[in-house]
């Protein structure tokens, strides 16, 4: 009995590692470079945050982007600023938790995930705090097709 208490132990401690393994591996890449401290991929809808070597901290979590008429732009780009209680004058909104990655005011911010935006990546509000607490100014931002 106690030998088979081992082996069923020793079995579950594999499984559990390999299932841990396997979970790590698959949440280890982006389709950014190792300096994005946060990756964005418009295809798939998901974004990350890693810790600027290519491991990711964060994610891959879901996003909507914007629009075909207001595409989110393409490219690196790195963070301006950031404003807790941002409000749009110009489409009229609140945009919490912004972190700023372009000089033309497209922002991760808290937002619809079934809304497609004016070209901001919208968050849900968890992932919005942890970006906003996680990104700063300078940091690399990668958005990829």
């Known amino acids: ?37 946060a990756c964005v991929q418009r295809g798939s809808n998901t974004a990350w945050l ?5 491991n990711v901290t ?15 732009p393409l490219g690196k780009f790195h963070v301006q600023y950031k404003d807790i209680d941002h409000y749009s004058k110009q489409y009229n909104g609140p945009m919490p938790y ?16 079934k809304v497609k935006s004016h070209g901001c990546v919208h968050l849900s509000h968890a992932a919005a705090v942890k970006f ?9 931002v990668e958005v990829v097709p």
């Open 1 to 37: 009995m106690h030998r088979r208490m081992i082996a069923l132990l020793g079995g579950v401690a594999a499984m559990a590692g390999t299932v841990a393994f396997a979970g790590t591996a698959e949440a280890a890449s982006t389709p950014c470079s190792a300096e994005a401290k």
């Open 98 to 113: 912004s972190v700023f990655f372009t000089t033309t005011g497209v922002a991760f911010h808290q937002g619809s995930l």
């Open 132 to 140: 906003y607490n996680s990104l700063h100014p300078g940091d690399v």
């Open 58 to 72: 964060y994610g891959g979590v879901p996003i909507t982007v914007g629009l075909p008429k207001y595409p989110t």
């Open 50 to 54: 890693t810790d600027g070597a290519g």
